[in-house]
Nanobody
Framework: QVQLVESGGGLVQPGGSLRLSCAAS????????MAWYRQAPGKQRDLVAV???????NYADSVKGRFTISRDNAKNTVYLQMNSLKPEDTAVYYC????????????????WGQGTQVTVSS
């Protein structure tokens, strides 16, 4: 089984910064794509940023130039550096890892973190 543990959320003023972390642990065979999603109250869960195993990144238009996704493959960890935060960035942020477990190395699964609240307010 693969577990994801997120950290780094909190309350920040508009224009401020936060850095989210998501560490994968357990019976990991390999990790492919790592990504961050967010879900605001009453809205669907949307993709924020994604990074491939080779380091290629893509971002939602709403966060381009403000957010940076990165990963540390040795630590099985993905990060989201969020700068110039706006009230509309307020949401629960979830990390997702696409990977294979030791028990089922031939199958790709989506693993999700528990979510971390980010609130941008003065």
């Amino acid at each position: 089984q693969v577990q994801l543990v997120e950290s780094g959320g909190g309350l920040v003023q508009p224009g401020g910064s936060l850095r989210l972390s998501c560490a994968a642990s357990g019976s990991i065979f390999s990790i492919n794509v790592m990504a961050w999603y967010r879900q605001a109250p009453g809205k669907q869960r949307d993709l924020v940023a994604v990074i491939s195993s080779g380091g290629t990144t893509n971002y939602a238009d709403s966060v381009k130039g403000r957010f940076t996704i990165s990963r540390d493959n040795a630590k099985n960890t993905v990060y989201l550096q969020m700068n110039s935060l706006k009230p509309e960035d307020t949401a629960v942020y979830y990390c997702k890892v696409v990977g294979r477990s030791v028990a089922t190395p031939l199958r790709l699964y989506d693993y999700w973190g528990q979510g971390t609240q980010v609130t941008v307010s003065s």
